[in-house]
């Protein structure tokens, strides 16, 4: 699935780390984790990759009501896929009243990386015979009998009150020079507040395993894995085809994974 931001090539290289905290953290204490939570599930790059853990309870939240609208129906197999979208379809289907699934399906799907509704991406294919439509369809199928045990639920992530669980978190990546802000619907845009993220970090890292996926943190987070990453929405005519041996800060970026430092011990990395 085309997802701005998304973790479907690094999913799985995340997700081993994810897996072995897991399994030190309850091979080690004699209280165990009851669950494993995603406060911002996206695209599902890592949580899908994470549904073979064993526990009983895997709760998937965004903050986007047309994205959950259309995991649950992908779950309860009643979402009606599509055979093609046009691009009339398309900017038909931005004027849908959300929540609506079939919206989410057109809104990041279909659009040129996954930026939900930014631009019809059939029109920028350069040649290439490329189906997004076929891609998006296959995608979602794949997923379907990976998330059967799924909870998932549309609410603000600082909302959330998790005890005693396992937290990834895939928050909207820090950026220096302007406010973070995120698509919630095809005109509407919020201000994610970067200070209020850590700060709700580090209570939870009281009761319970949280790991952040970021490029920085601050200083009382410790960096316990990186990974650099080709940035696929960073293409153009001048990086589609560069050597991906010359990484550079335009179509590469350091992915890292942090923890609370005093959560350090428990997880023996």
């Given amino acids: 699935m085309k997802y701005l931001g998304g973790k479907q090539r690094l999913g799985k290289h995340i997700a081993p780390i994810l897996k072995k905290i897991w399994e030190i953290y309850n091979t080690t204490h004699s209280i165990k984790l009851q669950g494993y939570i995603e406060p911002f599930c996206g695209s599902l790059g890592v949580f899908k990759n994470m549904t073979t853990i064993d526990t009983a309870t895997f709760i998937a939240n965004d903050y986007h009501p047309d994205l959950i609208t259309m995991w649950n129906e992908v779950k309860n197999n009643t979402f009606v896929y599509p055979s093609s979208i046009s691009e009339e379809e398309y900017l038909n289907a931005k004027k849908l009243i959300s929540p609506n699934a079939f919206k989410s399906f057109v809104g990041f799907g279909m659009s040129f ?60 990546y820090h950026i220096t020079k302007f406010p973070i802000k995120y698509r919630t619907d095809v005109k509407h845009y ?58 550079n800060s335009d179509t590469h970026k350091t992915e890292k994974l942090f923890i609370h430092q005093s959560l350090i011990d428990d997880i023996q990395i």
Wanted: charged letters at 25%; proline letters at 4%; aromatic letters at 16%.
């Fill in 113 to 172: 990386g996954g930026r939900y509704f930014g631009a019809y991406s059939q029109k920028y294919l350069n040649g290439k015979n490329e189906d997004f439509c076929k891609e998006m369809v296959n995608s979602l199928k794949r997923t379907y009998p990976l998330i059967q045990n799924t909870q998932f639920i549309n609410q603000d992530y600082y909302t959330l009150n998790p005890i005693n669980m396992f937290v990834y978190c895939d928050p909207p």
């Fill in 190 to 247: 919020d201000i994610f507040d970067n200070n209020k993220f850590w700060n709700i970090m580090r209570i939870w890292s009281k009761n319970n395993i949280v790991i952040i996926s970021e490029t920085t943190a601050p200083e009382d987070f410790v960096e316990i894995w990186q990974q650099d990453r080709y940035r696929s929405a960073a293409q153009s005519t001048k990086t589609r085809f560069c050597d991906k041996s010359e990484i």
